[in-house]
């Protein structure tokens, strides 16, 4: 498999060896294409067999994490280990079913960059993330390996197979939370390469029509990219895995609502699950700043003299376009993947929470009087 550019995400060739894609890099062709092996598949297999093994197991054992000592809690753990397995088989299958679009998206990036000289331009961030993603699995490693003392003391083959498909499903599911997040920072850089370029265009004495036409062309074409392939690509995905994500924060939420804080340890350990479950959660959300970059374009063409000629009908008609349609990332179409969706998302899991604790002291009143 070729190596792929340092600066262009190299990260993604680990889709492979994660059984998520055949996504392959050619050194001769100098494109992204699909390459499948008997190992990939293999690997493939091995992903889904945790998945569904982890998944079967659950059902035949009613299983939870920690017993909160309400049939509610017990109830909601319950579903949220069932959720594990069948929220991310259905974000691997979309992301399967969608391998075409990915390899659309990752060649038209290339394409795109090569017109707007995109290689000279450094992409720190996306390499911060994955580097974010390595040190967060050495830490989930870590609290597993503590964890599963506590699981595994009767060693029961389903609590295994749970285990491994909650290790699995927080390998995976923050892999692909960082490629979309890499990808769209990628675009936004591009954008802003867009927006330089089009500046040194308009600071020239005569604007070039034919270089305009070119560069508001590609300003086009990103944004065509964000509002389909990579919403087609990901939007799915995204879907079933803040699904997931914020039950599980919800659930862990309640557990420390229940248990309290004794010690520093205990909140610390709190937190260590946590953090990186919401760190997760945001970071779809926060990294997102497509609107504005998009915005720039037509901020600098506002301010462009007009001079009776064409060039002022194309820019007029890519005004009136640019605020007819504003660039949105969604979850295909459920949710906005930007920073307006964070109040939403943190409301929704505090309610949850609070019916949750609601449930619990309806069980313990309903005991009492029970006693009675």
């Known amino acids: 498999m070729g190596r792929m550019s340092p600066k262009f995400l190299s990260f993604l060739r680990y889709q492979r060896l994660l059984g998520l894609s055949d996504l392959d890099f050619s050194d001769s062709l100098q494109k992204y294409g699909l390459h499948g092996t008997w190992i990939s598949f293999a690997t493939q297999f091995l992903v889904v067999g945790v998945f569904v093994s982890a998944l079967v197991a659950a059902l035949a054992e009613s299983l939870y994490y920690m017993d909160t000592k309400s049939e509610s809690g017990n109830t909601y753990d319950n579903a949220v280990i069932l959720t594990t397995s069948v929220s991310q088989l259905l974000a691997n299958l979309w992301f399967r079913s969608q391998q075409e679009s990915q390899v659309t998206l990752l060649n038209r990036i290339r394409q795109l960059g090569r017109r707007l000289q995109w290689d000279r331009l450094a ?164 990294v997102n700043d497509v609107l504005n970059q998009a915005n720039k374009t037509a901020k600098i063409l506002a301010k462009v003299p007009r001079t009776g000629t064409g060039l002022d009908r194309m820019i007029e008609k890519f005004l009136l376009k640019n605020l007819r349609q ?20 943190f409301t929704a899991i505090f309610t949850y929470m609070v019916i949750l604790v609601q449930f619990k002291e309806m069980e313990i009143t309903t005991k009492t009087t029970n006693k009675f």
């Open 123 to 286: 992409m720190p961030h996306p390499r911060l993330l994955y580097r974010i993603w390595l040190a967060v699995c050495l830490c989930y490693g870590i609290l597993m390996f503590g964890f599963g003392f506590h699981w595994f003391k009767d060693m029961q083959l389903s609590h295994v197979l749970t285990f491994l498909g909650f290790a699995a499903r927080c390998i995976l599911a923050n892999f692909q939370f960082t490629c979309y997040s890499g990808m769209v920072l990628v675009l936004q850089r591009l954008l802003r390469a867009q927006v330089d370029q089009l500046e040194d265009l308009v600071s020239t004495n005569s604007i070039s029509p034919a270089n305009l036409a070119c560069s508001l062309r590609a300003h086009d074409e990103i944004l065509l990219l964000c509002q389909r392939e990579l919403i087609a690509v990901y939007g799915g995905v995204l879907l079933f895995l803040f699904m997931y994500q914020v039950m599980q924060c919800v659930l862990i939420f309640f557990i420390s609502h229940l248990e309290g804080f004794h010690s520093a340890s205990e909140m610390g350990l709190i937190l260590c699950w946590l953090v990186p479950m919401l760190f997760y959660l945001v970071l779809p959300l926060a």
């Open 326 to 345: 504003q660039p949105i990332l969604t979850a295909y179409g459920f949710f906005a993947l930007d920073k307006s969706t964070l109040f939403k998302l």
